[in-house]
């Protein structure tokens, strides 16, 4: 498979769940981003990571905890999530976080209820 | 700080009309402006792109825009739209310095009615 590829596809979770999303790059890159997009809001960046290092952290809440162990990977960790956390989170990368005319490309998205 | 601006949150069209949807963009330096579109159920992907020189740009699908340095715009047109270009679409931009990563406009629907 190709591209940006984001499990689950779809998650429910109570508010004291953990839980964690996926992502994962086949292009080579040496970026990664978290970014939510909610109902009506334009998308906001949540984290960035230039070659496994977190070089950007959008004053995200720290229910949020992002790992990347390595470039083709990154996950998001949830836990005591709050109903205001629901949302689509998306991943995206890009060869390079140093060079802004790269392009990022998406995934598709883990739909996130939190109940 | 950088910004966009779409105007037009909600747009409906008859097939064959012509397309613009505007983009405004508050940043003081060098831009890099990006046109995405997420068709239902399908990932963000991008439409088009621009980085220098000629201003007028094309991408996929018939999709061309136009960056105006003295506007702050990089508006997305389409001459003749089909319904399956019934999306959203957004607009993003992201400065020569600073910020790594993308900022986005908060995004116009499309609907083409056929």
């Known amino acids: 498979e190709t591209g940006v590829t984001q499990t689950p596809r779809h998650l429910v979770m109570g508010m004291t769940n953990k839980k964690s999303l996926k992502c994962e790059q086949h292009?080579?890159?040496?970026?990664m981003y978290w970014y939510k997009q909610s109902a009506k809001k334009p998308l906001e960046l949540m984290f960035v990571y230039s070659l496994e290092e977190r070089v950007e952290n959008n004053s995200v809440p720290s229910r949020f905890s992002p790992e990347c162990p390595n470039s083709s990977h990154l996950f998001l960790h949830l836990h005591t999530l709050q109903p205001e956390d629901s949302a689509l989170y998306l991943c995206?990368?890009?060869?390079?976080?140093?060079?802004?005319?790269?392009?990022?490309?998406f995934g598709p998205g883990t739909r996130l209820t939190v109940t | 700080a950088q910004s966009v601006s779409q105007h037009n949150h909600h747009v409906i069209l008859s097939e064959a009309a012509s397309l613009e949807l505007g983009c405004n963009y508050s940043?003081?330096?060098?831009?890099?402006l990006f046109w995405y579109v997420q068709y239902p159920g399908q990932h963000l992907q991008l439409l088009l792109k621009?980085?220098?020189?000629?201003?007028l740009v094309k991408g996929i699908k018939g999709f061309e825009a136009e960056f105006i340095k003295s506007k702050f715009s990089f508006n997305l047109r389409k001459p003749s739209v089909q319904w399956s270009d019934t999306a959203e679409y957004f607009c993003?931009?992201?400065?020569?310095?600073?910020?790594?990563?993308?900022?986005f406009g908060s995004g116009t629907r499309l609907q083409v009615q056929p």
């Open positions: 993003a931009v992201i400065g020569e310095t600073g910020r790594r990563a993308l900022t």
């Open positions: 995206a990368s890009s060869p390079s976080d140093r060079k802004s005319s790269y392009e990022q490309y």
């Open positions: 621009y980085f220098s020189g000629d201003p």
């Open positions: 940043y003081g330096g060098t831009v890099n």
């Open positions: 292009l080579g890159h040496n970026a």
